[in-house]
C-alpha cells in the first residue's frame, strides 16, 4: 500500500480567506440592499499592468507567432536578457555584488520559498517571526521541520514574536536556529527592518552558521534611507541568505507570475564531504522540477528595467504608498493605534478595547461594510492587531476611512 | 549548523544534454566551414503558437492593461474557465467522468511531476520504466525514496525493463511497487501503451494499493484506437491514478508554460486515521507552494478548445507526425531498425552493429552533422539506441535523413 507524507495531518486548516470570504457571504445574503462592501484584505494588487509591460508582452506574444522568433524552453535559470538586468538595476546599480548568474527566475516568489525547502534536510530547527506569512510554516510542516502542532504553536519552531514592544524587530533567539526566515518590508505588519537590525541577524547566521532565508518581495516600497533594500547590503551576507523577490507586488505581476531567487555562490553548507553549495542544488531542484518562467512575464519582468517601465512602476507604488499614508493619517485621526504603511503597502492596527482580531473584523463588515484581515490569522502574536492593505482604489479607501471615522 | 537534504548527494550528474551540447560545440570549433548542423536531438517544440493562440493572448494582455478588466492572482486550481473546458474536452467528451475540480492547472508537467512527491513518504517503493523520462527518478532520489546509486541503478527504486522483447511495455513487476510512473506515448521510446496493457497496471495497483502516476504529455500524438488518450478510459483509474499533461507537446506551449494535473476525488491513501484524499493533499500543496499559471498562458490555453483552436493543433501535430512517418520511413530503407514515432513525436532506433549510443551519436555528428539522443542517456536499456525527435522543420527532416542514407 502506498503512503502518504505524513506531515500533511499536522497542517492545520487554511480557513483564514476562505473564513473571510464566508463571513463576507453571510452578510452579504442578510444586508443585500446596503453600500458597496470595500475589501482592504487580500494583498493583491488593483492597478493594471503599465503600459511598457504590456506593450512588452504584445511583442512577445508576435514573437511566438513568427516562425523566426517563436521560443521554446528557456533556459535554466531564466534569459541571460532578464537576469542581467536584474543583476543590474536591482544589485549593481547599488554596488551590491551579485552576478547574473546568481538569479534564478520563477513563477513567483511563493513558489520558491516553499520550493526552498527541497534543499534542506527535515532535522532543521527552523525560526519564524509571529505574526507571519503562513507559507514560511506550512511548507516546513509538510517539509517535517516543524513537529508536531500543540494547539497554538508546533513543537519544533522557534518562534520570534513581534510586537510593539520590539518594535516588530524580531529579537535574536536564545536557542540555535538553523534556518531563519525573514520578511522586510514585512507581511503583514507593514514593518521594515533597519540596516542595524538586519546585520544582528546576518551577524548571528554568520557566528551560528545558520541560513537566512530573506523575502523582500516588498522591497519597492522602501521609502526610509536606513532600511536595507537587499540582505546583500549587509556584510558578509553573501555567505548566509537566500534572498526571494517578485515582481507580482513590485510591477502588478500577480496575475502575470514572475519572480526570482537569488543564491550567492559563496554561500555553503558545511557537510561531511565537504562544503556542499546551495547554488548548486538550487540549480538542480529547479532543472529538474521545473521548466522556466514563460517567455512572456520575462519579456514583461524586463520592461519593467526600461526608463520608461521604471517611471510606471514608480508611479503604481506611489499610488499605493499615497493611499498607505492616506489610511494611516485617517486611522490614526479616528483613533486607532496603527503601525507599518510607511515602507511597506499594509497597516497593522490595534483592535480598540482590546477586542479580538475577528470581533474587530465582524465590527468593520457590520458597521463600516469594510473587509480587513484579522491579524490572529497569522499566528499568536496577530491578535488584537487587524491587518489593512493600500492594495486598493484610492476613491474605495476614501470611503472606508470615511465610514470608520463615523464608527469611532 | 544548517544542514542541507543528504539525498541531493545521491543524483548523478545530470550531463545528457550539457554532454550533447560540448560535443556539438567541439565539433563546430574544428569543423567551421561545413553545411548546416541540424538538431534531431532535444523534444522541443518549433512550430509558431497558433493564431488563436496568440489572438487570445494580445486580447489577454489588452484585458491586463485595462483596469475594468485587470486579473490579480487566480484562484487556486486555475481559472473555472479553463478547468471546465479541460474536463469537458479532454474527459467528458470522451464519456470519462473528471469534473473540473479535479483539474489542477499548473505551469506545467514537470513541475507536477516533480512537485507531486511532495505529497509521498520516504518509504514507498518507485518504480519507473527503463529508458525513462530522468525527471521521475531524480524527484524521488530528492525525496529519497531512490536509495543509494550503485553505478548503474538506485538501489531502491524497481526498474521495468522497456525493450524490443516487450513491446516496450513494461511487465508488471514481481515485487510489490507502490508507486509506479507510467508515460504513454512514451518518452524515450515513442510506443505506448494499448488498453490491455494499460489495464493491466490498473488492475495490478487496485489489487496491490498502488498510485500510478501516468504521464500522458503526448496524448495528443495517438493515432490508433486501441491506445487509450487518458487512463481514466479504464474502469477503476480513478481509484488510483494521478494524471499529468501539459500543453507543451499538443499546442506548442513550452515556451509559455501551463499544463495540468488531474487528481480525482475517489484516489484515497488507506492511512491509520482513515483514508486520506490526494485530491485534498495536492491542493493543500498547491495552494502553499504555488500561485497559479499566469492569466495569459490560461486564456491562450482555452483558445486551443475553440473550434478554430482544434483545427489549428491538429494541424501543427499533422505537421509532426508526417515528419515522424517520413523519418521513419527513409530510416527503416536506410537499415535502421525503428520504432514508435506512430503514435509519438519520437523515433527510437536501435544503433547499427551493435555500436554504443555515444558512438553513434558521434558518427551521426561527424559524419552527417546530424544531432540525436543518446538512449543510454534515459537509462541503461537505452544503450544500443538513439531517439530522434519530429520536432523540427520539414525541409531541416528531410536534409537529415539524406545525408544518414548517403552513409549508411
Given at each position: 500500500m502506498f503512503k502518504v507524507n505524513p506531515y500533511f495531518s499536522q497542517l492545520q486548516p487554511s480557513y483564514l480567506f476562505a473564513e473571510i470570504a464566508r463571513r463576507v457571504r453571510q452578510y452579504e445574503a442578510t444586508h443585500p440592499d446596503g453600500a458597496e462592501i470595500i475589501s482592504l484584505g487580500i494583498g493583491d494588487v488593483t492597478l493594471t499592468?503599465?503600459?511598457?509591460?504590456?506593450?512588452?508582452?504584445h511583442q512577445a506574444t508576435d514573437e511566438m507567432g513568427c516562425a523566426d522568433s517563436v521560443r521554446g524552453y528557456c533556459p535554466d535559470g531564466g534569459y541571460t536578457f532578464l537576469t542581467e538586468a536584474i543583476a543590474a538595476h536591482d544589485y549593481q546599480s547599488r554596488n551590491i555584488s551579485i552576478h547574473a548568474d546568481e538569479v534564478f527566475v520563477s513563477d513567483g516568489a511563493k513558489s520558491d520559498l516553499g520550493n526552498i525547502g527541497d534543499l534542506l534536510s527535515a532535522d532543521n530547527r527552523v525560526a519564524v517571526c509571529d505574526p507571519v506569512y503562513p507559507v514560511y510554516i506550512d511548507s516546513n510542516v509538510m517539509g517535517g521541520r516543524a513537529g508536531r502542532w500543540d494547539g497554538t504553536h508546533y513543537a519544533n519552531l522557534i518562534y520570534l514574536p513581534c510586537t510593539p514592544e520590539n518594535g516588530f524587530a524580531p529579537q535574536l533567539p536564545t536557542e540555535h536556529a538553523d534556518i531563519i526566515y525573514l520578511c522586510s518590508p514585512n507581511n503583514p505588519t507593514g514593518t521594515a527592518l533597519t540596516y542595524s537590525q538586519l546585520k544582528q541577524w546576518v551577524d548571528y547566521a554568520r557566528s551560528e552558521e545558520s541560513l537566512i532565508i530573506f523575502d523582500s518581495a516588498y522591497m519597492a516600497y522602501i521609502r526610509q534611507d536606513d532600511i536595507p533594500h537587499s540582505i546583500y547590503?549587509?556584510?558578509?551576507?553573501?555567505?548566509?541568505?537566500?534572498?526571494?523577490?517578485?515582481?507580482?507586488?513590485?510591477?502588478?505581476?500577480?496575475?502575470?507570475?514572475?519572480?526570482?531567487?537569488?543564491?550567492?555562490?559563496?554561500?555553503?553548507?558545511?557537510?561531511?564531504?565537504?562544503?556542499?553549495?546551495l547554488h548548486s542544488l538550487w540549480s538542480r531542484r529547479q532543472s529538474t522540477k521545473f521548466n522556466g518562467a514563460g517567455y512572456i512575464a520575462q519579456r514583461a519582468a524586463l520592461a519593467t528595467y526600461t526608463p520608461q517601465g521604471i517611471q510606471e512602476t514608480l508611479d503604481s507604488i506611489d499610488y499605493y504608498m499615497s493611499n498607505a499614508a492616506m489610511m494611516r493619517r485617517r486611522l490614526c485621526e479616528a483613533g486607532f493605534t496603527c503601525y507599518g504603511g510607511e515602507n511597506a503597502p499594509y497597516l497593522w492596527l490595534r483592535t480598540p478595547d482590546g477586542q479580538s482580531s475577528w470581533s474587530c473584523f465582524d465590527r468593520l463588515l457590520n458597521e463600516c461594510r469594510v473587509v480587513v484581515t484579522p491579524g490572529s490569522g497569522f499566528g499568536p502574536n496577530g491578535e488584537g492587531f487587524i491587518r489593512l492593505t493600500a492594495f486598493q482604489k484610492r476613491e474605495k479607501i476614501q470611503t472606508a476611512m470615511e465610514r470608520i471615522r463615523q464608527l469611532m
Open positions: 499592468l503599465t503600459p511598457s509591460v504590456t506593450g512588452a508582452m547590503e549587509i556584510e558578509g551576507a553573501r555567505e548566509v541568505a537566500i534572498e526571494v523577490r517578485s515582481f507580482s507586488k513590485t510591477a502588478g505581476f500577480t496575475g502575470l507570475r514572475c519572480g526570482y531567487t537569488v543564491v550567492p555562490r559563496a554561500l555553503t553548507c558545511r557537510a561531511e564531504g565537504g562544503p556542499v553549495s
